[in-house]
């Protein structure tokens, strides 16, 4: 076996959602992709868009809430 944590192991939940996300600016896609070889080269695998930007997990949640009507993280399908 593995002596690995996983994520939520390593950091605490408050420490974790710190971190910064990236998401396109058009579609609010949590799904950025970096260009092979390509140093700050990134876009969107949801719409293709290279408009990419970055924010606090609660920043880009106040965004899509407001585009959408609801919140991504706590919705359940």
């Known amino acids: 076996m593995s002596n690995l944590l996983t994520r ?3 950091l605490p ?3 974790y959602n710190k971190l910064p996300v990236f998401y396109c600016r058009d579609c609010l896609s949590l799904a950025v992709r970096r ?3 390509m140093e700050d080269a990134c876009y969107c695998d ?3 868009s290279t408009n990419i930007a970055e924010a606090s ?3 880009w949640e106040a965004l899509y809430k407001e585009k959408h009507g ?3 993280l706590n919705n359940k399908y």
Do not use: L, R, S
Request: proline fraction near 0%.
């Open 8 to 10: 939520k192991e390593q």
């Open 13 to 15: 939940k408050e420490e």
């Open 57 to 59: 997990i609660e920043e």
């Open 46 to 48: 949801e719409c293709g």
């Open 70 to 72: 609801f919140t991504y």
């Open 35 to 37: 260009v092979a070889g």
